[in-house]
């Protein structure tokens, strides 16, 4: 397992502090972005619950953090991966009614969220050779 998502599932089984979707994403790359653990919090924020209104996913939102943060721009590729995996869907909204829908609970589906967009950010940054 990868430092990134180690450190990504340690975050999201802290119950106080609770770190949101997007929080849970960009703090693993924080340091290697040059943030502060302080800067990441604040930036993401407002990340969670698809920013506090059921719009854009925050796991995914804070993604693009990442990638922007590393210099990423054209975020296709991550688009591209999100949508075949989660039936073109990237609301929050829409992930969680999918979800209910299975017959899901929303924490294990926001944790998975979470350590999905880790994993492709990181296979994503290291593909750019932003990552040794």
Known sequence: MSKYLEKAKELRAIVTPHYNCGQSVV?????????TEAQALG????F??????GAACGAITGG??????FGIDNPAEYYQA???SHD????????LRRNQ?????????CDAMV???????????RESGKLA
Do not use: S
Request: hydrophobic fraction near 50%; glycine fraction near 14%; charged fraction near 25%.
């Open 48 to 53: 969670g619950g698809g920013l506090k209104r």
């Open 27 to 35: 703090l693993p790359f924080a340091a290697e972005a040059g943030l």
């Open 101 to 109: 829908e299975l017959g899901g609970e929303r924490k294990p589906h």
């Open 43 to 46: 930036i993401c924020a407002n």
């Open 64 to 69: 693009l953090v990442v990638l922007g943060l």
């Open 115 to 125: 350590f999905e967009c880790v994993r492709l950010v990181e296979q994503l940054l």
């Open 88 to 95: 073109g869907m990237l609301e929050c909204a829409e992930l």
């Open 82 to 84: 999100l949508r075949a």
